[in-house]
Structures are given as structure tokens and as C-alpha cells.
């Protein structure tokens, strides 16, 4: 673990000077106007936004199901997601 003085040569920056620059921003003074909309939360996995879906199945199935899905590299969600999707196009339906 580096010393504050090791630190402090290392970014040029002195706590006092790392103090003044922060003083602004503590006091909710932040320069400069918004450059939009402040969106919370992650970006919209599929282009739009998502509900979910529940249904039960057996523990072993659940269990080979997530093997599966593992052995694709997706999640339990992505995998069924596939395969309605996959279906959906194959009815001509989606």
C-alpha cells in the first residue's frame, strides 16, 4: 500500500489540492449545464423495455436446463429467451 506522500508524488496532486477541486462538487456545484436527460439505471437490454415471465418446471429439469445455458455462455433468461424467440420465427409469428 503506498504512503500518502508516495501517492502524492506519484499524481501531482497534494490532499489540499484534491480538497479544493472537490469543494465545488460536495456543495452541489457542479460547472457547466446538463447535456441531457440524467437516465438511471442500465440501457435497454433488447431495444425496449422488459416484463417479466415466470413459469415452474421440475428441479432436474431447471438443473439440465442451467447446464445448458451455462454450456452457451448465457444465462438461464437468455437461453429461454432464445428458444421462444426461435420458436416464435419458425411459427412465423415474430
Known amino acids: 500500500m ?3 506522500a508516495e501517492l502524492e508524488e506519484l499524481f501531482g496532486y497534494s490532499e489540499e489540492d484534491i480538497e479544493r477541486m472537490a469543494a465545488p462538487w460536495e456543495a452541489g456545484k457542479v460547472p457547466g449545464e446538463p ?4 437516465l438511471v ?7 425496449e423495455e422488459m416484463r417479466s415471465i415466470t413459469y415452474k418446471d421440475t428441479a432436474t429439469i431447471i438443473e439440465v436446463m442451467d ?3 451455462e454450456s452457451l455462455g448465457l444465462s438461464r433468461s437468455s437461453y429461454l429467451r432464445n428458444l421462444v424467440r ?3 420465427a419458425n411459427a412465423d409469428v415474430a
Not at 447535456?35 to 440524467?38: E, I, K
Not at 439505471?41 to 431495444?47: A, V
Request: net charge positive.
Open 2 to 4: 503506498k504512503t500518502a
Open 35 to 38: 447535456a441531457g436527460p440524467v
Open 41 to 47: 439505471g442500465r440501457p435497454l437490454l433488447l431495444g
Open 67 to 69: 447446464r445448458r445455458a
Open 86 to 88: 426461435k420458436d416464435l
